[in-house]
DNA sequence: ATTGAAAGCATACGTGG
DNA sequence: CCACGTATGCTTTCAAT
């Protein structure tokens, strides 16, 4: 069961994961050590899943966004694929979606040379994959992991207990 | 210009960012206020574009991923659409794509209900939106904001200066 | 959940490479 | 320009309540 003051938590780390205890401590209004316990608690139930820096991708040349659909011959090949899809470096995203069961794939590449190479020297020739469907982002208006805690009702929370 | 130790401790921080600085000096074998003092600069430069949490959506109730592809009747409704669409709190990404002129969105939602009714009532009755086509991932085998820094080349170091 | 004490840590500054 | 060592004031942590 999550209560308000834990969600507000949540919120707070959710924005600036690293500023001092006592700071969420007075953001909240309780004793740093009750914040403690309560992030300790947490993270044990595996709520929160770990700290993370947020990298600027344009500083650090990596500013290409592309989507690639990929559907296959063969389902057997399904694991294979999945696997040698996700263990790619550029690699962000690896979904298998309803539809055409395709994969969609999310890949952040440094420029379009890079995202070519890795197209057709690593994936296209995979055993078992029919067709690479790539689209490249030309504007991303919005990008973020961010889950909406406001959107968190009652129900939510007690099924977050175990 | 980025060097190997910079490299090395925004990849540490990557993985864990809530660790104590002096344990990043430990582990890149620096005194701890030269570690800060990279960290500050790498967080002015904009680099590090800040610290956030890492939530587990199962705990939390957020566990169906859905891409839309949304299409547009008039290129005029573009900026509007675009900022309904991001507007929407379940919305996590919002990227406009080559190919067939659309938007690729990715939501979260709670449950499939939800993530109906965010579709109908508050994406499909937009101005200028010719399809929305909705997409469910069945299967997620990766997913992560995370920036290879491994593949990171000196071009794109001397690149990240300004 | 709080308090208070002890340990550990962040940070500024002075020094030197 | 960058790293180090030190001193000071915080923060974290734990035991007791």
Redesign the pocket.
């Known amino acids: 069961m999550i ?1 308000d ?1 834990s969600l507000q938590i949540l919120k707070i780390l959710q924005e600036k994961a690293r ?7 007075r953001q909240v ?12 608690k947490l993270e044990k139930q595996g709520i929160i899943d770990g700290y993370e820096v947020r990298l600027n991708p344009e500083k650090l040349n990596r500013n290409l966004v592309a989507f690639l659909q990929i559907s296959l011959v063969r389902p057997e090949a399904y694991e294979d694929v999945a696997a040698a899809l996700t263990a790619l470096p550029d690699t962000q995203e690896v979904h298998f979606v309803s539809g055409n069961d395709v994969f969609l794939v999310k890949m952040r590449s440094s420029c379009v040379a890079e995202l070519h190479h890795t197209v057709q020297k690593q994936i296209a020739g995979l055993p078992g994959i029919a067709r690479v469907n790539t689209r490249i982002a030309l504007a991303t208006h919005k990008e973020s992991a961010t889950i909406p805690l406001d959107a968190i009702s009652p129900e939510t929370r007690s099924s977050a207990l175990f």
Request: proline share 10%; charged share 25%.
């Open positions: 209560d003051i500023i001092p205890n006592v700071e969420v401590a209004g309780l004793a740093p050590s009750a914040v403690l316990e309560r992030i300790r």
